[in-house]
Each structure stands twice: as structure tokens, then as C-alpha cells.
């Protein structure tokens, strides 16, 4: 039984850092794609970041060069370190896992089809 497990979250203030880490088991890491989304509340699901079995990266746009995805196969997680935090990447972030290959699409979280149950960033103004 493949599981996503976060950890990390918490409050900062605004201009601060946070780590989040995800550890994944019941699968083999290194052939899967894991990414990061995130919620806020009375929105959807948006795409933030996706480290590829290739260790090829994507990061959205409105996170670009605050955010960095890194992953470590030896241990089977992937980190999303998060700088320059800003009131509006507050959300419940989630970690997934999705099999990679020609067709996957980062960035739709339907093509993912293993979540962790997510982790609270607030930052505090």
C-alpha cells in the first residue's frame, strides 16, 4: 500500500522559510514523478512543483525562484523548500506521487494518483 506522509508545516511570517518534507513508501521512489500542490481555502487545487523520476523540475510560475523542489532517493522523500514566503502561499499543501512517463502532466492534479493527507503553511503578515 503505497503512502504519502508531509511534514513541515507551520507558521511563519511573511519573508520566512519553511521546509516541507514527504515520505513515500510502498512503491519504488525512484521510478515515480512527486510533486507538490497546494489548497487555500474557498479555492481549488493549484500545481506547485514536480520533481521528476529524471530529477527534471517544474515550479509555477507565482513560486518561481522562491520555491525549489528537491527529492532523495535513498530515503524515498521529497523536500519543497520555501523561501520568501507571502500571505497568499498560505494553504494546506499536499504531496503526490503519479507514474511517470511521455504522457504525464505535471502540473493536472488528476494525474496524480497518490496524495498525502497535507500539511498547514500559515504566514503571518
Known amino acids: 500500500q503505497v503512502q504519502l506522509v508531509e511534514s513541515g508545516g507551520g507558521l511563519v511570517q511573511a519573508g520566512g522559510s519553511l521546509r516541507l518534507s514527504c515520505a513515500a513508501s510502498?512503491?519504488?521512489?525512484?521510478?515515480?514523478?512527486m510533486g507538490w500542490f497546494r489548497q487555500a481555502p474557498g479555492k481549488e487545487r493549484e500545481f506547485v512543483a514536480t520533481?521528476?523520476?529524471?530529477?527534471?523540475?517544474y515550479v509555477a510560475a507565482s513560486v518561481k525562484g522562491r520555491f525549489t523542489i528537491s527529492r532523495d532517493n535513498a530515503k524515498n522523500t521529497v523536500y519543497l523548500q520555501m523561501n520568501s514566503l507571502k500571505p497568499e502561499d498560505m494553504a494546506v499543501y499536499y504531496c503526490?506521487?503519479?507514474?511517470?512517463?511521455?504522457?504525464?502532466?505535471?502540473?493536472?492534479?488528476?494525474?496524480?494518483?497518490?496524495w498525502g493527507q497535507g500539511t498547514q503553511v500559515t504566514v503571518s503578515s
Open positions: 503526490a506521487s503519479a507514474l511517470d512517463g511521455s504522457g504525464f502532466r505535471w502540473y493536472i492534479a488528476t494525474d496524480y494518483d497518490y
Open positions: 520533481i521528476r523520476w529524471s530529477h527534471s523540475t
Open positions: 510502498g512503491r519504488t521512489f525512484s521510478n515515480y514523478a
